[in-house]
């Protein structure tokens, strides 16, 4: 289980967490979203849990295991990633090469190097190089991104490189993924379709979900439970239905008043 407990950051006089206290994983494979209006602290409570941001105050403990300390990237090792609102991909590398990178990371086969070098050099070398290319395929079916395994990624429509990106956190073999506004840039005719795909991977794999979003809609559809947060706090938390039947969350995600 990945659980807050007490996490408080500022910047300066602005209290962006204010003794956040939830838990995440409480049955495996559970999707949970964060919503609440800007500036309720959503992202920072995320930066806070993998390890971007250091609490003020708080500590963040990942099966049983006080993380507080550790850096980003071994939160990473520990099953513990994320993936970004802005898409954070190789532009210069092809969909497959940056597919291939982020499970040469995980193994910690980089040596240091540039990836482009990386894959020139270290890669052909390397003993796992069967598994890691059946792994590659999986992953390509499982975001239907096969078609386009040898395009570069700079030339890839949003919905794509999202998927991508996706993708490469997956390929860091999460327990705990921690997704920031995956559908924030793509086109309505898009939504539906990477949403859907992420779920059916993450139910397929058993991953626990962490998703920021806005779209209610999908939050309605998806969600196993839901944690609103106002003004650094938790407002609350509950079944999706909390958002028709939670009056005070309704005004404050969508100025409804009745």
Avoid: C, W
């Avoid at 994983?25 to 979203?33: A, H, I, L, P, S």
């Avoid at 919905?159 to 860091?172: E, P």
């Avoid at 993924?177 to 795909?197: H, W």
Wanted: zero cysteines; aromatic letters at 4%; proline letters at 3%.
């Amino acid at each position: 289980m990945l659980q807050a407990d007490g996490l408080k950051k500022s910047f300066g006089k602005i209290r962006a967490t204010d003794g956040v206290s939830v838990e995440f994983g409480k049955t495996e494979g559970e999707m949970v979203f964060i919503v609440g209006p800007n500036g309720a602290g959503k992202s920072t409570l995320v930066n806070l849990l993998t390890g971007l941001l250091e609490p003020d105050e708080g500590t963040v403990t990942l099966n049983g295991e006080e993380i507080t300390d550790m850096r980003a990237d071994q939160r990473v090792h520990q099953g513990l990633v994320r993936s970004f609102q802005v898409v954070k991909v190789f532009e210069e590398m092809t969909v497959r090469e940056n597919i291939r990178t982020a499970l040469l990371i995980k193994r910690k086969k980089t040596g240091g190097l540039r990836p482009r070098k990386m894959l020139q050099g270290l890669f052909s070398l390397d003993d796992e190089h069967e598994e890691i290319e059946r792994t590659i395929d999986d992953l390509l079916e499982q975001f239907a991104l096969e078609d386009i395994e040898h395009t570069l990624a700079e030339k890839l429509p949003h919905g794509d490189r999202k998927l991508l990106d996706v993708a490469m956190s997956f390929a860091l073999d999460p327990n705990y993924l921690l997704l920031d506004e995956p559908t924030s840039g793509v086109s309505a005719q898009e939504t539906d379709y990477v949403i859907e795909t992420i779920v059916d991977v993450s139910e397929q794999q058993n991953v626990t979900t962490v998703t920021i979003e806005h779209d209610m809609d999908i939050v309605k559809n998806y969600a196993d439970r839901v944690i609103a947060l106002h003004q650094g706090s938790v407002h609350g938390e509950g079944p999706p239905t909390m958002l028709e039947t939670d009056q005070d969350l309704r005004r404050l995600l969508l100025g409804v008043e009745e």
